[in-house]
Nanobody, 115 residues
């Protein structure tokens, strides 16, 4: 069982920045993908960014050039630096941990961007 604890959400004005953190505990897998998804009210959950255990990253087109995902494998942590935030980035952001046989989600952290 992997537990994911997110932090760093909040309220920010458009153009501002936030940094999300996710700490994973209980992981025994050396090969995995961690990342961030988000869900806005009335919309489906969507991919924001992922990073695998080798360091390869992937981003949604809507956040490319504004968001940066990084990880600290020694701490089993993943981070999402969000710059030049827009009101449409407002959502609950969920940390995600996936291996070939397991999938785990964090409880979510609210990000609200005011115009």
């Amino acid at each position: 069982q992997v537990q994911l604890v997110e932090s760093g959400g909040g309220l920010v004005q458009a153009g501002g920045s936030l940094r999300l953190s996710c700490a994973a505990s209980g992981s025994r897998f050396s090969l995995f993908v961690m990342g961030w998804y988000r869900q806005a009210p009335g919309k489906e959950r969507e991919l924001v960014a992922t990073i695998n255990s080798g360091g390869a990253t992937d981003y949604a087109d809507s956040v490319k050039g504004r968001f940066t995902i990084s990880s600290d494998n020694a701490k089993n942590a993943v981070y999402l630096q969000m710059d030049r935030l827009k009101p449409e980035d407002t959502a609950v952001y969920y940390c995600h941990h996936k291996t070939t046989i397991t999938t785990f989600w964090g409880q979510g952290t609210q990000v609200t961007v005011s115009s």
